[in-house]
């Protein structure tokens, strides 16, 4: 069983930066960033392998955002910066620990998710 949980969440100015932490418990494979604004799907933002340096990101979030991971931690991390009022939403962490599984920003690929932390960015 993996656990979960974020940090980091808050409001900024556009423009503004913020980095998310996410603390995970137990053996995952792969771990991506989630969003959720109102009334709008859950998309996927940006996913790493948790060995390696493979990374991918949602079109909108390209050379803005930069995911890693600090395995000594066990701690994923979202840097963003340039943001953007379209960029307000619910931000989850998410984690899979099954290995014939490619890396990958669907959502029903991860089994372990965190409860979130908001982001809100003000024009």
């Known amino acids: 069983q993996v656990q979960l949980v974020e940090s980091g969440g808050g409001s900024v100015q556009a423009g503004g930066s913020l980095r998310l932490s996410c603390a995970a418990s137990g053996y995952t494979y792969f771990m991506g960033w989630f969003r959720q604004a109102p009334g709008k799907e859950r998309e996927g933002v940006a996913a790493i392998y948790t060995e390696g340096s493979l990374t991918i990101y949602t079109d909108s979030v390209k050379g803005r955002f930069t995911i890693s991971r600090d395995n000594a931690k066990n701690t994923l991390y979202l840097q963003m910066s340039s943001l953007k009022p379209e960029d307000t939403a619910m931000y989850y962490c998410?984690?899979?620990?099954?290995?014939?599984?490619?890396?990958?920003?669907?959502?029903?690929?991860?089994?372990?998710w965190g409860q979130g932390t908001q982001v809100t960015v003000s024009s």
């Open positions: 998410a984690a899979d620990s099954r290995q014939f599984l490619g890396l990958t920003l669907s959502r029903n690929a991860y089994n372990y």
